[in-house]
Each structure stands twice: as C-alpha cells, then as structure tokens.
C-alpha cells in the first residue's frame, strides 16, 4: 500500500517508511491511497468471531500487502492482550471501554501496535541500529508510548515530561518502568519539552550520530489500529440484536481515535452516524456549524486529553471526505461541553446508573443523551479509567473511586528520572553521550 502526504508536496511512501518519519516531508499526514471494502460475508459473521480475530482482519485490509501475514497476526495478537468490551449504561446508552489496557487508557491500543510494526520494520533493515524514540507529553502520551514499547528489542524510548507538571499517578506511569525505557524531567513547562524534542530531529549531527523517530500520534501504525475496537463493539451490539442504527460517540481531541472509526466505516463498518464530543475546546463543532476551520489556542479544562486547540486529523477528515463540508455533515455532528457541564453529567450519570464516568467519556455520554433519536442505539468511548483523574473524580461526585491493581502497581515502583535543562545545548549533550 502506498501513502499520500494530506499536504500533497511530499513523495508517496511505503508504510515502512510512512511509520519510520511519522510526518511527511511537507509536514502533511500520510493517507493510504485506498481503503479496502471488508467483504460482506465478513459482516455477516462477525458477531462469531472474537475481539482479536476481527482485528486481524481490519489489519490485514489495511497492511496485508506490507507485512508478512505470521508476523501482522503476532502483532495483533500481542498488542490486543486486553479486552475492549461494549458495557449498557442507562436505556439505550452503551460504553465502549477503552481502558483496559496497561496504562488504562484508549492509547494503549496504538502505541502498543506501533512498538511492534516498528520493530518489524526495523529488523528487516541492513545492519539495524538501535532506533531511539523521542516523545514530549503532558501525561498520558507519555505513559501510553512507554508502556507500548516496554521491553520491545532494539527500540529506546525518552520519554520528556515537565517537571511537577504531570499528576503524580501519571508520572509513575513512565518513570518507574527501566528497561528500555528514560524518564526525562524538564525544568519547563510541555511546550519546552516539544521543543527539544523537535530541535533534536533537526540537529543533523544528533542524527548522524542516532537513529531517531517519533511516536506522535499521527503515526499511521498509532491511529489506524484504533478502527479494530469499532468493529469489535458493532460484532458484540450486533450479538445482542441492538446493531442496526448504531451511533458511535467519540470524545476528541486531536481526533485520531474518531477519524479510525471514519476509516472503519469507509471499509463497511454499518454505523449510522458519528458524534464528535468536544470539551470547551469547540474548533471541530465551530466548523459543523459554520464550514469554516478556524484554530485557536487550546483552553485548559477537566478533560485534559482533549485540550486540542487546532486538531491534527482534521486535515485527514477533510481529506477523506473530499474536503466537502456538506459530506462530512452528513455523516458527523458535533458537541461541546464546559467543564460545569462535564461535572453536571458525572453526577446525574452516577446518581441514575451508578457508572463511574471519566471527564472525558462525560462529554460522549452526555452527547448521546443530548443527540439520540428514537430507534438509534448510542455507543460511547469510554477513553480513560476514571481512576486515572481519582482527585477531580472523588471531588466531583463524592466518592472514593477505587485504583485498578495494575495502576497501584505502577505507584508501587521507584522513580527514576534524568534531571535536564530546558537548553537545547544540554539535551543534546546528553543524547550525544548514550
Ligand atoms: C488522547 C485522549 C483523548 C482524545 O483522543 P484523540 O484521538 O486525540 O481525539 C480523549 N480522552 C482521553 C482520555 C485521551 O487520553
């Protein structure tokens, strides 16, 4: 399969390569230059097949022709060590929950897949070096990338995080692993760890001297892996006879994770319509209304995964739909929610079913209850644990939410971190000397 650069400036690449760069040399995202129909027969049965041989599938429409078939169904296998399952919340709300993965949430999903199809490809390279990722995050990145490439062969990961600027359960989530795995604390705030992090990749004696890569979630091998759990939740609707007008809520951000379930349903997946939950963060839901795309810088709010002020998969949205805002209308509606809002919905949710929301999967529940029609059936991403947010959670709604064993486990761990300036200089000093 090929892929096109969104920016159409860039040469086509192989997905060896669309997953070695991440972005294309005209900084646009890589798109595969078709998406394959799955055959109805697959359809038909789906709901007989298992979370992993369905992902296997989807998998193989989408890189069968780039790795060897063994090799994809190891792959999928070993990143899907988790389930995904669709859960009932009130009437005819359902919860895809995403966060039974290692670092509870939906992220594990592709970086996990993206630690192995990289270290696929990195193998099949003449005399391989080590490759060494560089990630930035204000939190969950970070967490979900570390835990992803943990103990994969042949792959470093530094992880740059701002020093007292994470919530304390999300820094032991990538400080606490070793392995293959460096915790980087930067005396700075996110915006100077993505700095260095960029003046890296440019510094050509840097790159002469390591083989450097990102794990930005624009990655093809990051986003598309995520369309695997919209297939599995339509198979466990479809087993229980509640398939037929499915609504799929997705609460976004940089709107990767909704723009998977846009690849999905090109390649057939029967889901009527899709909502795209903002938070205050409303660029999306402006442009819904008005046709005009128009970012601003992000606001910080209770659902800070989502604090995206100018979303990078838009530019594959508009891409995949022709730039046509009619069409894209047609397909997705939008919602926006303050964080008085998200707090509202935590609670009446709690208070009518007694499910425990994230702040995040507040915004998706809430724009089924706001958005649903009669005889529509709404599933909605739950995108994180709530116990990864237990402060704002226990204070929102009273409660003392209890911490997952694997979450305890990883505050259990020894911090390990390598202090670092926020001066190129002595990053780069640093990265020389590994
Ligand atoms: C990253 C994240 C989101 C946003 O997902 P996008 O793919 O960026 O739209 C939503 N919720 C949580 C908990 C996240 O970590």
Redesign the pocket.
Known sequence: MKYYSTNGKAPIADLHKAVVKGLAEDRGLYMPERINKLPQEFFDNIEKMSFQEIAYTVASAFFGEDVEPEALHDIVYDTLQFDCPVVNVKDDIYTLELFHGPTL???DVGARFMARLLQYFIKQENNHKEVNVLVATSG?TGSAVANGFLGVDGIHVYVLYPKGKVSPIQECQFTTLGKNITAIEVDGVFDDCQALVKNAFMDAELNEHMKLTSAN?INVARFLPQAFYYFNAYARMKEQGKADNLVMCV????????CAALFGHQMGLPIKRFIAANNANDIFYNYLQTGKYEPKPSKQTL?N??D?GDPSNFARIYDLYGKSHAKITSLISGATYSDEQIKETMRECYKASGYIL?P?GACGYQALVDGLQPGEVGVFCE??HPAKFKEKVDEILGIDVEIPERLANFMKGTKQSVEMSKDFADFKAYLLKQ
């Open positions: 949430a939906f992220k969950d979630s609460p976004s951000g940089n709107f990767g994770n909704i659902a995964a989502m995206v994230d995040h995108t994180a």
